[in-house]
């Protein structure tokens, strides 16, 4: 199953230009993956990198992503989520202007409206980040 970028805002409650995924690669209860490709003009862009914030910010649009299939497969409404928390941030390498990143997330453990959820970006088979997530 994949879910291109013109219909990734269909799962996401974010817009242009704070979009940081550009298509759903896979999804199951545990593993969800998202393809990325990082634009010039990006908003996270310095000195032809793509920043700290915006990796992080990549990793929670890929758990957006796996909230929104799940709100749509349910016929649901997709809903804002916000980042409680991120823990054990480790930034290996900043990707840069073109990359194509493709990122993972995992499902820890969830408790009513409480998502754990931990975060591994790739770039060409590199690990380039990781973290761990309490999103609302």
């Known amino acids: 199953m994949i879910v ?16 940081m995924i550009g298509s759903l690669l896979y999804y199951d209860e545990i593993l969800t993956r998202t393809g990325f490709t990082i634009d010039e003009g990006n908003i996270f862009i310095a000195n032809g990198k793509f920043t700290e914030p915006g990796l992080v910010e990549n ?5 957006a992503a796996r909230a929104g299939y799940i709100a749509k497969l349910e016929n649901k409404l997709v809903q804002v989520g916000y980042i409680g928390s991120v823990k054990n941030l480790e930034i290996y390498n900043l990707p ?8 993972e997330v995992t499902m820890e453990y969830q408790v009513f409206e409480v998502s754990i959820i931990k975060g591994k970006i790739w770039c060409r088979n590199v690990l380039m980040a990781q973290c761990e ?4």
């Open 133 to 136: 997530m309490k999103i609302f």
């Open 59 to 63: 990793i929670a649009q890929t758990a």
């Open 4 to 19: 291109s970028s013109t219909d990734i805002l269909t799962l996401i409650p974010q817009r242009p230009p704070f979009v």
């Open 96 to 103: 840069a202007v073109n990359d194509d990143l493709v990122t």
